[in-house]
């Protein structure tokens, strides 16, 4: 089983930071990277950033310039810091695992968090 433990939701007003956290246990062979997706209300889950095991990162557009992915290895835990938050910014913001199973090619999978909510007041 794995286990993807998610922190850091909440409500903050516009123009405020939050820092998300999502640390990663349980039967890992090795992971291949790691993310954050987010869904707003009537809208499809969409990507906020991603960041491999060698660090390369990947950022939705929307929010380039103002979030910033990171990432403690010897944790298993992705960091995401989100400054100068807009109202439009609120969703459920969810934790992605891609990780091998085991040492083989087709082991690779992915896990979804049970996400964590940020709301942003106007």
């Known amino acids: 089983q794995v286990q993807l433990v998610e922190s850091g939701g909440g409500l903050v007003q516009a123009g405020g930071s939050l820092r998300l956290s999502c640390a990663a246990s349980?039967?890992?062979?090795?992971?291949?990277?790691m993310g954050w997706y987010r869904q707003a209300p009537g809208k499809q889950r969409e990507l906020v950033a991603t960041i491999t095991s060698g660090g390369s990162t990947n950022y939705g557009d929307s929010v380039k310039g103002r979030f910033t992915i990171a990432r403690d290895n010897a944790k298993n835990t992705v960091y995401l810091q989100m400054n100068a938050l807009r109202p439009e910014d609120t969703a459920v913001y969810y934790c992605?695992?891609?990780?091998?199973?085991?040492?083989?090619?087709?082991?690779?999978?992915?896990?979804w968090g049970q996400g964590t909510q940020v709301t942003v007041s106007s």
């Open positions: 992605k695992l891609t990780y091998y199973r085991g040492s083989y090619p087709s082991a690779l999978a992915d896990y």
């Open positions: 349980g039967n890992i062979f090795s992971i291949n990277a």
